[in-house]
T-cell receptor, first 114, second 111 residues
């Protein structure tokens, strides 16, 4: 079992560009959550996908959008990149939405916006 | 005030010392997670607990639901334990298991 995988591992973009990050959940997991971790901070919840629908969203602008595919993998899209979007983007997967379900994290994608 | 507070923010210990990291939260939770993150790296789940105490090797996690407080203990600390330790909570109720994170405790264990 490969666990949660994310791609790419690192990415450099310039302001105004668009970026797509990808996440494949752990085998058997159907729920994917995305988090943004700025340097020196704890991760902040962006949104969560289950059954191909966005189930909950954190306090992020509409420039942040996502998608979940029938195989449960997910994409995070960020449009009109700002310098402040530079962060580690983490994906976590679980088997369902229940709070008692353990979550597994991917290695993250380090996004740098110049 | 953050919903999840950790202390201390930074901790330096000598190899072999007993270490305690504390986490307090102000919301109703379904579970509390202790996570480990090495510099530049992803996050590894250490414990998920909703009551009592769990032990894995040299790591022990406890939670007091009434006091809304949890502790992570490391016995016989080793330089390889150097990392950021993060407390996170899953909110009680609602159709989501999103996590709210503390800002982390940076632990450095010196040989």
């Amino acid at each position: 079992d490969a666990g949660v995988t994310q791609s790419p591992t690192h990415l450099i973009k310039t302001r105004g560009q668009q970026v797509t990050l990808r996440c494949s959940p752990k085998s058997g997991h159907d729920t994917v959550s995305w988090y943004q971790q700025a340097l020196g901070q704890g991760p902040q919840f962006i949104f969560q996908y289950y059954e191909e629908e966005e189930r909950q969203r954190g306090n992020f602008p509409d420039r942040f959008s996502g998608h979940q595919f029938p195989n449960y993998s997910s994409e995070l899209n960020v449009n009109a990149l700002l310098l402040g979007d530079s962060a580690l983007y983490l994906c976590a997967s679980s088997a369902g939405l229940a709070g008692y379900n353990e979550q597994f994290f991917g290695p993250g994608t380090r996004l740098t916006v110049l | 005030k953050n919903e999840v507070e950790q202390s201390p923010q930074n901790l330096t210990a000598q190899e072999g010392e007993f270490i305690t990291i504390n986490c307090s939260y102000s919301v109703g939770i379904s579970a509390l997670h202790w996570l480990q993150q090495h510099p530049g790296g992803g996050i590894v789940s250490l414990f998920m607990l909703s009551s009592g105490k769990k032990k894995h090797g040299r790591l022990i996690a406890t939670i007091n639901i009434q006091e809304k407080h949890s502790s992570l203990h490391i016995t016989a600390s080793h330089p390889r334990d150097s990392a950021v330790y993060i407390c996170a909570v899953g909110l009680y109720g609602g159709a989501t298991n999103k996590l709210i994170f503390g800002t982390g405790t940076l632990l450095a264990v010196q040989p």
